[in-house]
């Protein structure tokens, strides 16, 4: 088993998935934030095996993935799907290491707290072994939702989201990129990952149906928000798509609150809010766009509007970088909670 020696002080620290999309966002943020780390295991499948990644410019090896690759490990970043966070996460915790998990396997799991530290920190002193990581659109969703609810009490929310091809990992960004490729190569354009053609389209399907007629991506928004805000009565009701972006996803959102919404009030609301920047000047075309949020650490927020005919309602704009407040940066801040 390979692993780095990076400082005497620190934690043991794995990485699943770290070949992945959000795996190597992962290593990126654990540089970019200092996170003490005395040791770093990556790991990944055996298509990864004989591979290295940088990491604070040391060629680090890639593990492929066994029950003992948590031996003396203290926390591990999982990013490798959902069946096998199922599969790993009770090796990872018979080895004592906490689990923060960035798949949906353990978020609707009362014990397992879900967690945006800038909304609910104060969960993630009750895990047992796993913290569980956000559905990406939920997330960048939440930071503009949260200090809104804390102004005006959120009743109902209606949204779109706009999601990034780095939703579906580093294969739906391949397959955009050589989309686009083919297209200008007059070459016939071929959809392994996607159902459909995702360049110079609109997929309007994440993940699998259910019966009543919404995908699985949309009742994690319902279902996760009502975790995460504690508002087990929060009515949601989204549509997801895939559009051809490559890394920040977009939501237009709709929320009704129990109090009258003044506009000024919810911009200072949002003016103060950490993790969140508003962009809101119409008139000079300032909004937020997906390709201005990707690598930003913040949630950018605007178009910020009174419904019409509708005093309780605001109408709004949010973008965030999938990978980055919408998976990696929003775990390994939870891990600098801890
Ligand atoms: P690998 O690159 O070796 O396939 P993405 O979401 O971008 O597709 O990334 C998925 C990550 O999960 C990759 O690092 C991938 O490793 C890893 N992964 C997928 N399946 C397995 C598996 N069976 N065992 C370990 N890691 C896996």
Same mark, same amino acid.
């Given at each position: ?18 070949? =992945? &999309?959000? !795996?190597? /966002?992962? *290593? ?5 934030? %200092?996170?003490?780390?005395?040791? #770093? ?127 579906? =990992? &580093?294969? !739906?960004? /391949?397959? *955009? ?5 083919? %297209?200008?190569?007059?070459?016939? #354009? ?147 909670? #801890?």
């Amino acid at each position: 088993m390979s692993s780095s020696q990076l400082s005497s002080s620190g934690k043991r620290v794995a990485v699943l998935g770290a070949t =992945g &999309a959000v !795996g190597i /966002e992962f *290593l990126k943020v654990l540089e970019r934030r %200092s996170f003490p780390i005395k040791e #770093l295991r990556l790991l990944a499948s055996p298509r990864s095996a004989g591979t290295s990644l940088f990491f604070q410019g040391e060629k680090i090896p890639v593990d492929v993935l066994r029950r003992e690759s948590f031996r003396g490990i203290d926390l591990a970043f999982f990013s490798a799907g959902g069946e096998i966070s199922k599969q790993f996460a009770p090796a990872a915790l018979d080895a004592g290491a906490l689990v923060i998990d960035n798949s949906s396997a353990f978020r609707m799991d009362p014990t397992v707290p879900l967690v945006i530290p800038e909304i609910n920190a104060h969960q993630i002193n009750n895990h047992r072994g796993i913290i569980a990581n956000p559905n990406c659109s939920t997330a960048i969703a939440l930071m503009a939702l949260y200090p809104l609810h804390q102004q005006f009490q959120l009743r109902r929310v209606i949204a779109s989201t706009y999601q990034a091809v780095s939703g579906a =990992g &580093a294969m !739906g960004m /391949e397959e *955009l990129e050589t989309q686009i490729l083919d %297209s200008t190569e007059k070459r016939p #354009l071929i959809s392994k990952h996607f159902k459909h053609q995702i360049a110079f389209n609109l997929i309007p399907q994440i993940d699998s149906f259910l019966e009543n007629g919404y995908t699985r991506e949309e009742m994690k928004l319902q279902n996760e928000s009502r975790r995460i805000l504690n508002l087990p009565d929060l009515q949601v009701s989204v549509t997801c798509v895939r559009v051809p972006v490559y890394r920040a996803h977009s939501l237009a959102i709709h929320a009704s609150f129990q109090q009258p919404v003044s506009l000024s009030k919810a911009q200072d609301a949002l003016l103060s809010a950490p993790g969140v920047d508003l962009l809101d000047n119409p008139s000079e075309s300032l909004y937020p766009m997906p390709l201005y949020a990707q690598e930003s650490d913040c949630c950018h927020v605007g178009r910020l509007r009174l419904e019409q005919g509708n005093p309780y309602g605001l109408a709004f704009w949010v973008c965030g970088d999938q990978l980055l407040k919408g998976a990696a940066l929003n775990a390994v801040q939870i891990a600098e909670c #801890l």
